[in-house]
Every structure is written in structure tokens, then in C-alpha cells.
């Protein structure tokens, strides 16, 4: 099965940028989709972005035109680049890969925006 290995994260100041990566790790086969999910204290866990096999990609309205999802086939890796982060972005966020059918979740990684 696959594993999620997720890196980056941290503080920054409201109006910043961060880069979190996640590689698979383990069997690569038959991954569908790579993504991010965030989860805020007392708040559910919910979808940030999603890169899938036919390229396609999805959104929260909330990041629409602030985070931008990209994905390296060849390292199996996929990126959030997050810009003009806002307070409400503080989260943890974890990595999401689907693969036959299952789904995997990367161990999270402490996102923390300031004002």
C-alpha cells in the first residue's frame, strides 16, 4: 500500500507563503488522485485541493485564487503552494491519496498563520 509522507508546514505571518509537499512512498500503483485536506481545532476535517489522473483539480472556495495544487507523476509527488495566507487557513493539513479504491492519509503537518 501506499504511504503518504508529508513535509513543510509551519508559522507564518498573514499575507505569506508556504509549500507543503507530500511523496508516496511504498506501491505507487494505481494511485487515482493526490491531495490536501486541513483540519482546524472543533472544525471537520474538509478538502482543500485534489489533483487527479486525468489532471483534473478541485478547490475549497475558500483557497480559490490564494493555493494552487501541482503534482510530479515522475516523483510521485504532490505540492500546495499557499499564498496570502489568512488566520482562518491555521490548520493541520494532511496529505490524501486514493488508490485502488482505498484511501491514505499522510500523519498531518501543523500549518499556523498569524495576523
Known amino acids: 500500500q501506499v504511504q503518504p509522507v508529508e513535509s513543510g508546514g509551519g508559522l507564518v505571518q498573514a499575507g505569506g507563503s508556504l509549500r507543503l509537499s507530500c511523496a508516496a512512498s511504498?506501491?505507487?500503483?494505481?494511485?487515482?488522485?493526490m491531495g490536501w485536506y486541513r483540519q482546524a481545532p472543533g472544525k471537520q476535517r474538509e478538502l482543500v485541493a485534489m489533483?487527479?489522473?486525468?489532471?483534473?483539480?478541485k478547490y475549497a472556495d475558500s483557497v480559490k485564487g490564494r493555493f494552487t495544487i501541482s503534482r510530479d507523476t515522475a516523483k510521485n509527488t504532490v505540492y500546495l503552494q499557499m499564498n496570502s495566507l489568512k488566520p482562518e487557513d491555521t490548520a493541520v493539513y494532511y496529505c490524501?491519496?486514493?488508490?485502488?479504491?482505498?484511501?491514505?492519509w499522510g500523519q498531518g503537518t501543523q500549518v499556523t498563520v498569524s495576523s
Open positions: 490524501n491519496i486514493i488508490q485502488g479504491g482505498y484511501v491514505y
Open positions: 511504498g506501491s505507487i500503483f494505481r494511485i487515482a488522485a
Open positions: 489533483n487527479t489522473n486525468d489532471r483534473s483539480t
